[in-house]
């Protein structure tokens, strides 16, 4: 049996599917602590607040070009703003997240602000792994984030340090938090 918001194959209706993509849009912008207003500005008026509202809350569908534009004023990868796929099967296993290793002695805080600022090869290395675990965690809030011990061997590898000298490179290179 479906569920109302379901068509007889247990496909969302779009009215749904959009509500969903609202949900999703409205997340990430809250993410980024951004106002509808600052998204406004910030964009020089090509994001209006009502209509962005109206995404947001499922009333006006948006089109694909707009939406990758929308991507790009956020800085995330233009998928993390649709709703994820709950199908039959969907992730158990590949989008399980392990928090097993989050006590406070087993992770690092990196400020993404500053890794903005540096250049060479090395950062540029570094943004492309930290951001891809943005993407799996979906967290774009783009001003910090914790990194687990298990994330911290490719660290070193791109760093061109040992495990334990990894927390000490990244403070001498002022990325490291202390939280």
Do not use: C, W
Not at 2 to 31: F, H, M, N, P, W
Not at 35 to 60: H, I, M, N, P, W
Not at 87 to 101: K, M, R, T
Not at 124 to 151: A, C, E, P, S, Y
């Amino acid at each position: 049996m479906t569920s109302e918001s379901e068509d007889a194959d247990g496909v969302l209706t779009a009215s749904d599917y959009g509500k969903r993509v609202g949900e999703r849009l409205r997340a990430i912008r809250r993410q980024k602590r951004l106002s509808l207003q600052d998204v406004e500005a910030g964009s020089t008026q090509e994001f209006k607040a009502s209509v962005l509202g109206a995404y947001e809350r499922g009333e006006r569908s948006i089109s694909v070009p707009r939406l990758q534009r929308l991507a790009r004023f956020y800085s995330v990868p233009v998928d993390q703003l649709l709703p994820r796929d709950e199908g039959p099967g969907f992730g158990e296993e590949e989008h399980a997240v392990d928090l097993s290793d989050r006590s406070p002695a087993s992770t690092v805080t990196i400020d993404l602000t500053r890794l903005e600022k540096l250049g060479g090869p090395e950062a540029d290395m570094l943004t492309r792994f930290l951001t891809m675990i943005q993407v799996q965690r979906q967290d774009f809030n783009g001003r910090m984030i914790t990194i687990r011990k298990d994330d911290l061997r490719a660290i070193a590898a791109i760093l061109g340090t040992g495990v334990d000298a990894t927390s000490n490179k990244l403070q001498q290179l002022g990325l490291s938090l202390r939280l």
